[in-house]
Nanobody, 125 residues
Framework: QVQLVESGGGLVQAGGSLRLSCVVS????????LGWFRQAPGKEREFVAA?????????YGDSAAKGRFTIARDNGKNTAYLHMYRLRPEDTAVYYC?????????????????WGQGTQVTVSS
C-alpha cells in the first residue's frame, strides 16, 4: 500500500522560506513521478512542481511560484522536497504531494493515484 506523508508546513512571514518534505512508502517501480500541488480556500487544486523518480529534470507550474520554488528528491530516502523561498501571502494553501504512473500527464492532478494528507502553509503579510 502506497502512503505519502507531508511535513514542514507552518506559519511564516512574507519573504520567508520553508522546506516541505514528502516521505513515500510502498512505492512501486511503475510509479514514475512525484508531484506537489496546492489548494487555497475556494480555489481549485493547482500544480506546483513535479519530478520523475528516474530523472532529475523538474517540472514547474505557470503560477507565480515558478522561480521561487525548487523541487528535489532523494530516492535513497524515498523522500521528495519542495523548497519555497520569498514566500508571499498568496502562497497560503494546503500543499499536497502525490505519486503514481502519470506518464506525460505529469502536471495533471487527475493522473496521480496516491496522495498525502496535505500540510498547511500560511504566509502572513
Amino acid at each position: 500500500q502506497v502512503q505519502l506523508v507531508e511535513s514542514g508546513g507552518g506559519l511564516v512571514q512574507a519573504g520567508g522560506s520553508l522546506r516541505l518534505s514528502c516521505v513515500v512508502s510502498g512505492r512501486t517501480f511503475s510509479d514514475d513521478a512525484l508531484g506537489w500541488f496546492r489548494q487555497a480556500p475556494g480555489k481549485e487544486r493547482e500544480f506546483v512542481a513535479a519530478i520523475r523518480w528516474a530523472s532529475d529534470s523538474p517540472y514547474y507550474g505557470d503560477s507565480a511560484a515558478k522561480g521561487r520554488f525548487t523541487i528535489a528528491r532523494d530516492n535513497g530516502k524515498n523522500t521528495a522536497y519542495l523548497h519555497m523561498y520569498r514566500l508571499r501571502p498568496e502562497d497560503t494553501a494546503v500543499y499536497y504531494c502525490a505519486t503514481g504512473l502519470v506518464g506525460e500527464r505529469i502536471t495533471d492532478s487527475r493522473a496521480y493515484r496516491y496522495w498525502g494528507q496535505g500540510t498547511q502553509v500560511t504566509v502572513s503579510s
